[in-house]
C-alpha cells in the first residue's frame, strides 16, 4: 500500500482551481486519510467527520486566499488538528475516548467487535502501540500521528501545528522515547 | 546502526503499521453532499456552529440538505462555454451579473431547486434541490453565480424524465441579477408560463428565491423581480413590486418537498463491498418515513426510519443498507397517509448500482 507521501502530496497538480473543483477534488483525495486522522486524535467517527467537513467548508470560504492546492491542503490539516484538540478538551469527547481506549473500536459502533483470535494477533504485532501512544502528552501524540499515518515532514508537522520544526523534532523523540519504553516494559 | 536506532526503527515501523491499520477500522461515511450544501447555503446564524457541544444522538441534524446530481451535468443543461481566451471581468460582488468581458468559463456545481410533485398522485407539490455543474465566468461574483443557477433552476427540461418536475418557467429567461446587501433583483424575460395551478406558480416564485440566495451564500436577502415586458405580477398573481424570501425554518414545508434523498446520489456507483448508506431529509408525521430497497424490481430490504425531528421541522435520517451484492438499485423512501395507512403522501427515489 502507498503511503501518503508516495501517493503525491496533493494529488494531480491542478492549475486554476475553482473553489468547488478545490473542494471536490481535495474531498475525493483527503477525505478518509483527514477523517481518520482526526478519529485517532478524538476517537470518535462522528465528531471526526464533523471536524473535517468543517475544515472543508472553512476552506471552500477562505479559497480566495488558498488558491492553491498545497496551501490548501496545509490549511485542512492546521484546521482538523485544531478542531480535533478543542474536540478533545470537551470532557464528554475526554471520557468516550479514554473508554474507547479500553474498548479499543469506535464509539460510533461501524466497526465489528473484534474476536479474540482478531486481538490477540493485534497484540503479537503491536496494537498496543496505539494505546500507548494515547497515554502520551498531547503534543507527543498529534506529532507522532501526524508524522507515522501520514507521514508528514517535520516542516509540514510544525505547520500543522503551528510549533517549530525543532519542537517537532523533541517532542518525536520524547514520544518515540516514551513508546519504545512501555513496549520493552510489557513484552 | 546502534541498538537504539535499530530499536527506535523498529518502534516507528510498528508504529506507522499498528496507526494505519487501527486507522482503517474505521470507514468514514460520504459527506460530499452535505459539505457542498453548506457552502452554497445561506448560513442562517452569525455563530458557525460549534457541534461537539450537541449531543452525539441529535447530532445527526447538522447534516445540512441537498440532492446531488453531477450526473445531470452532461445532460444538456449547462451554458455554452465561449471559445476565446479569458480577459478581465468588471463584475463586482455586488454588481451586475451582466458584465461585457468576454470572460473564459468554469464549471462549478450550484444548487438549484425545482418544482416537483410529492408524490406519484401529482396533487401537491414542493421544492427539490439539485445540484448541477454548469459554466460560469471565471472568478464569477455571487451575481453572475446567482443568475447561471437562477437560468438552471428555470429549465427543469434535463430532469423530466427522471424526477416529477413541472416547467412553470417555461418560455421564460432570466435576464439578469444584482445583488445589494439588502436586495437580489431579479429580472426576468416574462412572467411565468400559464396553465399551472396556484400552488405550482407560488413554488415557482420560491424556487427562484430558494436557488437566488443558495448561489449568492449571503443569507436570506429579500428578492425583487423586474420582467422585461413590463408586466406587473408574475403568473398573473405575484405583484413584482413587493419582496419574496424564504420562510422560517418552522414553515419551510410550506415550500420544501417533504422527502429529500440525499444520498445515493442519482447514478452513484458503489464498489462491491462498500457498504451503502442513504441518508436525506424529511418533514414527516411523528418524523417516521418507510423505505424499499428494490432491485430488478424485487424488494430485496425495507423498513422504517426516524428523522432527528418530525414536520413542521425539517429533520435529517439515515439508513444503513449494508453491503449489497452487485446490481442497479433504487432507494425509494415513502410516507403513508396516517388517515388510511395506505395513501402515499410523499415519496421519492433514487437509482444507483453496485459493482
Redo the contacts between chains.
Keep these: 500500500?502507498l503511503t501518503v507521501a508516495e501517493r503525491g502530496e496533493t494529488g494531480p497538480a491542478i492549475a486554476?482551481w475553482?473553489?468547488?473543483?478545490a473542494?471536490?477534488d481535495l474531498?475525493a483525495a483527503h477525505?478518509?486519510s483527514l477523517?481518520?486522522?482526526s478519529?485517532?486524535l478524538v476517537r470518535?467517527?462522528?465528531?471526526?467527520?464533523?471536524t473535517?467537513?468543517?475544515a472543508?467548508?472553512a476552506m471552500?470560504?477562505h479559497w480566495s486566499q488558498l488558491r492553491d492546492p498545497d496551501m490548501a491542503l496545509a490549511y485542512l490539516r492546521r484546521s482538523v488538528v485544531n478542531s480535533s484538540r478543542?474536540?478533545l478538551r470537551?470532557r464528554?469527547?475526554e471520557d468516550r475516548y479514554l473508554s474507547a481506549e479500553t474498548r479499543a473500536?469506535?464509539?460510533?459502533g461501524?466497526?465489528t467487535e473484534p474476536s479474540a483470535e482478531t486481538l490477540a494477533l493485534?497484540h503479537a504485532?503491536?496494537?498496543r502501540?496505539?494505546a500507548a501512544?494515547g497515554r502520551l502528552p498531547r503534543r507527543q501524540r498529534e506529532v507522532?500521528?501526524l508524522r507515522?499515518?501520514l507521514?508528514l515532514s517535520e516542516v509540514q508537522i510544525a505547520d500543522a501545528l503551528h510549533i517549530s520544526p525543532g519542537s517537532v523534532k523533541a517532542h518525536a523523540h520524547r514520544g518515540?522515547a516514551a513508546?519504545?519504553a512501555e513496549?520493552?516494559g510489557t513484552s | 546502526m546502534t541498538d537504539d536506532d535499530m530499536k527506535g526503527s523498529d518502534i516507528e515501523r510498528q508504529l506507522r503499521e499498528s496507526l494505519r491499520r487501527h486507522a482503517e477500522r474505521i470507514t468514514p461515511r460520504e459527506r460530499r453532499t452535505e459539505i457542498l450544501a453548506m457552502v452554497h447555503e445561506p448560513s442562517e446564524t452569525s455563530e458557525p456552529p460549534r457541534r461537539w457541544l450537541i449531543p452525539v444522538a441529535a447530532a445527526a441534524s447538522v447534516a445540512l440538505i441537498g440532492a446531488i446530481a453531477w450526473g445531470v451535468a452532461n445532460t444538456g443543461n449547462q451554458q455554452a462555454t465561449p471559445a476565446t481566451p479569458a480577459a478581465t471581468s468588471t463584475a463586482s460582488t455586488t454588481g451586475t451579473a451582466t458584465s461585457n468581458a468576454t470572460a473564459a468559463t468554469t464549471q462549478v456545481a450550484l444548487p438549484a431547486y425545482f418544482v416537483g410533485a410529492n408524490s406519484g398522485t401529482g396533487d401537491t407539490f414542493g421544492l427539490y434541490r439539485e445540484f448541477v455543474r454548469t459554466a460560469v465566468p471565471a472568478g464569477a461574483t455571487p451575481a453572475q453565480k446567482a443568475k447561471a443557477a437562477v437560468a438552471v433552476a428555470m429549465n427543469a427540461q434535463p430532469f423530466t424524465n427522471l424526477e416529477p418536475y413541472v416547467q412553470p418557467w417555461s418560455g421564460t429567461k432570466d435576464n439578469d441579477v444584482t445583488v445589494t446587501p439588502d436586495l437580489i433583483t431579479i429580472t426576468l424575460s416574462g412572467p411565468g408560463a400559464s396553465g399551472f395551478t396556484p400552488e405550482q406558480t407560488k413554488l415557482a416564485v420560491q424556487e427562484l428565491v430558494w436557488t437566488a440566495q443558495a448561489a449568492i451564500g449571503q443569507g436570506t436577502i429579500p428578492v425583487k423581480f423586474v420582467v422585461a415586458d413590463g408586466s406587473a405580477k408574475l403568473f398573473g398573481t405575484y405583484a413584482t413590486n413587493k419582496t419574496y424570501n424564504r420562510p422560517t425554518k418552522e414553515q419551510q414545508y410550506e415550500d420544501l418537498a417533504p422527502i429529500w434523498i440525499l444520498s445515493p446520489e442519482r447514478g452513484k456507483v458503489f464498489a462491491a463491498g462498500d457498504p451503502v448508506v442513504a441518508n436525506g431529509e424529511s418533514c414527516a408525521f411523528e418524523a417516521t418515513t418507510q423505505w424499499q430497497l428494490k432491485k430488478g424490481g424485487a424488494v430485496v430490504k425495507s423498513g422504517t426510519t426516524m428523522a432527528s425531528s418530525g414536520c413542521p421541522i425539517r429533520g435529517t435520517w439515515q439508513v444503513d443498507l449494508g453491503v449489497l451484492n452487485p446490481g442497479s438499485y433504487t432507494f425509494w423512501m415513502f410516507e403513508v397517509s396516517m388517515k388510511d395507512g395506505q395513501t402515499l403522501v410523499a415519496e421519492t427515489s433514487k437509482p444507483f448500482t453496485v459493482k
Design positions: 500500500m486554476g475553482e473553489a468547488d473543483t473542494l471536490t474531498y477525505w478518509h477523517v481518520r486522522l478519529w485517532l470518535d467517527q462522528y465528531v471526526a467527520e464533523e473535517v467537513q468543517e472543508f467548508v471552500h470560504s478543542s474536540v470537551h464528554i469527547v473500536r469506535t464509539a460510533y461501524t466497526t493485534e504485532t503491536g496494537d502501540l496505539v501512544l507522532l500521528t507515522y499515518y507521514d518515540l513508546l519504545r513496549v520493552e
